[in-house]
């Protein structure tokens, strides 16, 4: 049965004041008592509202620079004592310590201080002690207590005061679960940043957290829940996108999404780049003059698994290339930003969703995985390793020209985001064929080939898009058969990472091909 507990007195002490002086003029208009700190009672004075000091409660001033104001025995036995136990009103009436019936608190802005790299003792003095302990106390007394610690909810506790005078079982709960999540969040936030000030990149204990963002329909499939958190990072992306037209992206639109914004980010913003995944890889990939011959030589792959795909650009979309992309169905399309005629030219596909994310992310940037398995979860740096031309060791009787060279390099930019076992064959600065996630990589090859002939074929083509191309494994070749198929399927150079006890085989095969071929001393396994 749900019970209401009146409001009589209310503590407010945020530091978001967004919002808080309307709530507050509903609350004194209700006749609720207002008790307040510093910047926040004179904040409502100023607003003409009568507001008590905390230190006109405790007897005591505020001190130590705002560190000790609210840590006191008539604070917290205000919002710990249980109104209907005898012994707790006793010690209430002979120390007299008043009821506080609702607590209002918002933290310092910790996260919002490190995010924008601050130095180490502002940070600190950023980490709140009164706010989380008052939080914490009222949340246990939920049932006597209501704490508000999210100014989203001040329309529902100011509505049900107004009709009630007081606040339901129901909503105190849910409040108290939104408080106690909230301090978890803010110590989890905290320690993350202790750990790396004192360079404990696995701590013996980690946290982290999220702020829910939007409940889904499903998840991966329809007998899945699933919902999309933010963590507060503000890497440009999938997260921090506007969506500006199209229906509620699913669970497998985010994934997708994220996969190929993240490997369109491989290609910087020197010349124009388009990706186009399908179910986390990338199905077409290319580089070019301009955005919209960029789109077309990626679709011109795999136009078939392209259907339905995501689409990824690195240039503010231009209506050229929005036209090229209505002539197939597509489930998102993400770029930095967008011509007011070209998001005019998608809206005829009403459908789409249109994301812009207004930059793109540093591939090379730090960062963590995380990945559940039963009982526990793993925890992983980003693959953020980048290879460059003089990274790489030339390891075949023959040198890549700088055609190959270019190509090379941009082949195992993409299959550093193709499910392993990956293969890709590339031609100039485009990917011509893609073999992803199979358990053999001589397998990988045949896909990768057998999806380059089919391109061909459909744009009417005599021969293999991958024939005069360049292959890029995301790990080495165990026997030279895999490098063999590629070979065949008329590939002239390969880069791969080598690293094989076999590698001496795989080097006398490419030779003995005409081959020329790139060890880059890094892998970029996919799972």
Known sequence: MTQTSPVRRALISVSDKSGVEAFARRLSAAGVELVSTGGTAAMLRKAGLAVRDVSELTGFPEMMDGRVKTLHPKIHGGLLALRDNAEHLAAMKAHDIPAIDLLVVNLYP??????????????????????????????????????????????????????????????????????????????????????????????????????????LRYGENPHQSAAFYLSGDKRPGVATARQVQGKELSYNNLNDTDAAYEC????????????????????????????????????????????????????????????????????????????????????????????????????????RYFKPVAGGFLVQARDNGVIRAEDLKIVTKRQPSAAELADMLFAFKVAKHVKSNAIVYAKNGATVGVGAGQMSRVDSSRIAARKSADAAQAAGLSEPLAKGSVVASDAFFPFPDGLLAAAEAGATAVIQPGGSIRDADVIKAADEAGLAMAFTGMRHFRH
Not at 119 to 148: F, L, Q, T, W
Not at 169 to 186: H, Q, S, V
Not at 294 to 322: K, Q
Not at 347 to 356: C, D, I, M, Q, Y
């Open 264 to 367: 369109l980010a491989e290609f910087g913003e020197e010349k124009p780049a388009v990706v186009i995944v399908k179910h986390a890889n990338p199905c077409g990939v290319a580089i070019a003059d301009s955005l919209a011959d960029a789109y077309a030589r990626a679709l011109m792959c795999d136009p078939v698994s392209a259907f339905g795909g995501i689409i990824a650009l690195n240039r503010r979309l231009d209506r050229a290339t929005a036209e090229k992309i209505t002539e197939i169905f597509s489930e998102v399309v993400i770029a930095p930003e967008a011509d007011a005629d070209a998001l005019d030219v998608l809206s005829a596909k009403k459908n789409v969703r249109v994301l812009l994310a207004g930059a793109l992310p540093d591939p090379a940037a730090p960062g």
């Open 110 to 215: 910790f996260e919002e201080t490190v995010a924008r790299g601050a130095g180490y003792e502002e940070c600190v003095e950023n980490i709140d002690i009164g706010g989380p302990a008052m939080i914490r106390a009222a949340a246990k007394n939920h049932g006597h207590v209501g704490v508000v610690t999210d100014p989203d909810d001040y329309e529902a506790v100011a509505a049900e005061i107004e009709s009630t005078g007081g606040l339901s079982t129901a909503l105190k709960r849910r409040l108290a679960a939104a408080a106690y999540a909230r301090t978890a969040a803010y110590d989890a936030a905290i320690s993350a940043w202790f750990a790396k000030e004192i360079g404990d990149d696995y701590p013996k204990t980690i946290a982290f957290a999220g702020r829910l963002k939007q409940s």
